[in-house]
């Protein structure tokens, strides 16, 4: 049980296109999805925390206009990379509180080109 | 603030070998502390996890000992499978927030 879907786990696109990004909780309701970063040999980056219904939280320095993120559901929550540059290529998961603890979607490799 | 530091990696070991992939903290008060892995393919995945002093988490022959005087949390096994080859996460617990190390991945070799 407890079981995030993310997808997709790669993609790339052209500088100035928009990617998004879906996490689905399976078998739980998840009223909280945390939304991570990672760069390469660097630490896991909270950008923003997500809420059912209401605004996301984001974190210090995570531009809100560029990083779209959607709550509509209880089991969805959505991150669009808008406008996207090269240096926004990076490692993006998500994870929502369970049961179980903490549970994460397996990873969106983004390269952007 | 709170950070968290692991080991960089890879890390090769042989099968059977004696496996430790050290993790020290920075941290106010007293945070839980957890040991993540993430399998080739899929997400991360909670292995152990300690939430005081002295207290040992365990799980699938992985150990770790929550130190406080050394501000450690180093992840050992005695002797390692090729399964175990992953890449794993440390982590503390401050308030909602997870604070994670860069992670070490490990490569064990029949």
């Known amino acids: 049980g407890a079981v995030v879907s993310q997808h997709p786990s790669r993609v790339i696109c052209k500088s100035g296109t928009s990617v998004k990004i879906e996490c689905r909780s399976l078998?739980?309701?998840?009223?909280?999805m945390f939304w991570y970063r990672q760069f390469p040999k660097k630490s896991l980056m909270l950008m923003a925390t997500?809420?059912?219904?209401?605004?996301?939280?984001?974190e210090q320095g995570v531009e809100k206009d560029k990083f779209l993120i959607n709550h509509a559901s209880l089991t969805l929550s959505t991150l669009t990379v808008t406008s996207a540059h090269p240096e926004d290529s990076s490692f993006y998961i998500c994870?929502?509180?369970?049961?179980?603890?903490?549970?994460f979607g397996s990873g969106t490799r983004l390269t952007v080109v | 603030g709170n950070s968290v530091t692991q080991m960089e990696g890879p890390v090769t070991l042989s099968e059977e070998a004696f496996l430790t992939i050290n993790c020290t903290y920075t941290?106010?008060?007293?945070?839980?502390l957890f040991w993540y892995v993430q399998y080739p393919g899929e997400g991360l995945q909670l292995l152990l996890k300690?939430?005081?002093a002295d207290d040992k988490g365990s799980n699938k022959g992985f150990e770790a000992t929550y130190r406080k005087e050394t501000t450690s949390f180093h992840l050992e096994k005695g002797s390692v499978q090729v399964s175990d080859s992953a890449v794993y996460f440390c982590?503390?617990?401050?308030?909602?927030?997870?604070?994670w190390g860069a992670g070490t991945k490990l490569i064990i070799k029949p």
């Open positions: 997500s809420n059912e219904g209401s605004k996301a939280t984001y």
């Open positions: 982590a503390l617990k401050s308030n909602y927030q997870l604070i």
């Open positions: 941290a106010t008060g007293y945070p839980s």
């Open positions: 994870s929502a509180p369970s049961a179980r603890g903490y549970t």
């Open positions: 078998d739980f309701q998840a009223t909280t």
């Open positions: 300690a939430t005081k």
